[in-house]
């Protein structure tokens, strides 16, 4: 558009010829797509991002800057309103954006490193990116890359396995694809988080050479070659000392040695004590500043004990990011974006499907012939329901899904019998037996009228194809009216009432497109 502006200053030299330029610019532009001036404008220099941070950072007070170091409403970040600096919203990751309402489930984490497909990793980056801005989301936190160390981690399904080089390799280009769409992307939980159990007091023993060769390449590569937004620290201490204030990996090697220029984020709940945490290279504490805060911070201000340039450190990495991914600029929200999109949900499926590795096919049994099968048994207890996720932070809610025992009985129809087995027993049934209690397990049927308990009714064993048909639910797609299908959920008795019935939220139906 500026080409066609200064041609206009140039030609002047008669009405009619002006007229006549005009009026052939503007058929051209009649005929090129709008997607060709819609581009995203060329990134501002690094030297006019640091004049304009700097420019803010000056009028800023010091309760401003103190206030922007502590989280607020579980996933935000205080803007500064008189300055043009907005409040920011993070969101949980990695198998979708995960803000409360419904979206787009992808196969993240382990199944995502099984494709070994950085173009593809990078492709479901852009998805969640865009899914983010559909969200009004700044932050996506998210990839998780901790290496492996012990198969009783409950959170490995979140990480891209056992070897740095493909961790490093597939969360790279994923984090760039998130980036692209203006989003900032946070590589975590740095470092050595490998268990659950007693997440706040384990102490992770890495000497230097293991931590090198293996559990730091991923981050490196996350911060050297994909420039990601935002380091979020863990939970656990490393060789004795708390992440969040472990000076020699927070400051001596990703701020000095890698160069860092983004935010060090805590994970929630994982700061222990104000002056530690600061001076030991966390900038922001989430999900609110029980540590950072204006009492706790000022005293150590005024006393010289965390120095003024620190605390302008830490805020000015904040408004770089800002002013990096351009939310100083617009909204972050876009609603043109829709969050139930077919683009999504085709790079989901591909992933899916890439995803998938078979280990062994003795004698050549797969494919199954198909005109020669009469029954096939699913057993396990992930067949039904569907499991898209193995839950906690990781939790997010698909506008539907297909379970496997689903998806093999609209594949097969009526010609083939699906059998069904659980094959282990429930969590409350195998409590119950452990406890020596006689009464069997209570099950919680939701649906859009209410709970209703009821004892299980299904005989041990494979149960017959009719009972397994009319156990499930019929597939369908979101509406705008109807609630979700209903669904068996596993309950104590006294947590029956507290099951609420399964709908699609208002504010999903609002914006299927």
Not at 7 to 28: H, P, Q, T
Not at 32 to 49: H, Q
Not at 119 to 144: F, M, T
């Amino acid at each position: 558009m500026r080409v066609c502006a200064r041609y206009f200053d140039v030609v002047e030299r008669s009405e009619g010829e002006s007229k006549a330029v005009r009026n052939l610019i503007l058929a051209i532009l009649s005929i090129v797509p709008a997607a060709a001036f819609a581009a995203p404008l060329p990134a501002s220099s690094d030297t006019d991002i640091d004049r304009r941070v700097e420019s803010i950072l000056g009028q800023m007070t010091r309760e401003e800057k103190i206030d922007m170091l502590g989280g607020v409403d579980l996933f935000g970040v205080r803007g500064v309103p008189r300055l043009g600096v907005p409040a920011m919203t993070a969101a949980d990751g990695p198998f979708g954006v995960r803000n409360f309402t419904r979206t787009t489930v992808i196969a993240g984490g382990s199944a995502l490193a099984a494709t070994w497909n950085p173009e593809l990793a990078q492709r479901i980056g852009k998805e969640l990116g865009r899914d983010a801005r559909s969200r009004g989301v700044h932050c996506y936190l998210a990839p998780g890359v901790n290496i492996y160390r012990s198969p009783l981690n409950g959170r490995n399904f979140e990480y891209f396995g056992e070897d740095p080089y493909l961790a490093a390799h597939i969360a790279a280009p994923l984090i760039e694809g998130v980036q692209s769409q203006g989003v900032a992307a946070t590589v975590k939980h740095y470092l050595g988080n490998n268990s659950e159990y007693a997440r706040h007091t384990i102490d992770s023993i890495i000497d230097e050479r293991t931590a090198r060769e293996i559990y730091l390449p991923a981050f490196e590569t996350a911060v050297k070659t994909a420039h990601v937004a935002a380091v979020m620290d863990a939970y656990n201490l490393v060789n004795g000392e708390h992440m969040t204030q472990n000076r020699h990996f927070n400051i001596d090697v990703l701020k000095d040695e890698w160069g860092f220029k983004g935010v060090l984020m805590s994970d929630w709940d994982s700061t222990y004590d104000t002056l530690g945490a600061a001076k030991g290279g966390l900038d922001l504490e989430m999900p609110s500043g029980k540590f950072f805060n204006r009492a706790a911070l000022t005293p150590l201000i005024n006393d010289g004990k965390i120095p003024a340039a620190l605390l302008d450190d830490k805020v000015r990495r904040l408004l770089r990011t800002a002013a990096r991914f351009g939310w100083l600029d617009r909204p972050q929200l876009d609603a043109s974006i829709p969050r139930y999109n077919a683009q999504g949900r085709a790079a989901a499926l591909q992933t899916a499907l890439e995803g998938i590795v078979l280990l062994k096919n003795a004698n050549g049994v797969l494919p199954f012939d198909r005109p020669h099968i009469r029954s096939i048994a699913v057993i396990g207890p992930n067949a039904y329901p569907a499991v898209p996720h193995g839950g906690g932070s990781a939790t997010v809610a698909p506008f539907h899904a297909i379970s496997l025992l689903e998806g093999l009985s609209d594949e097969l129809g009526t010609d083939v019998e699906l059998h069904y087995s659980r094959g282990i027993e429930d969590l409350h049934s195998a409590a119950a037996a452990t406890s020596g209690s006689k009464k069997g397990p209570i099950w919680a049927r939701c649906s859009a009228s209410g709970v209703k308990a009821r004892k299980p009714t299904s005989a041990k064993g494979i149960t017959s194809a009719a009972t397994v048909t009319g156990s499930i639910p019929a597939r369908r797609r979101p509406a705008t009216t109807a609630p979700s299908p209903a669904r068996h959920i596993p309950a104590r008795p006294h947590d029956v009432a507290r099951i609420p019935p399964i709908a699609v939220s208002s504010s999903v139906r609002s914006v299927i497109r």
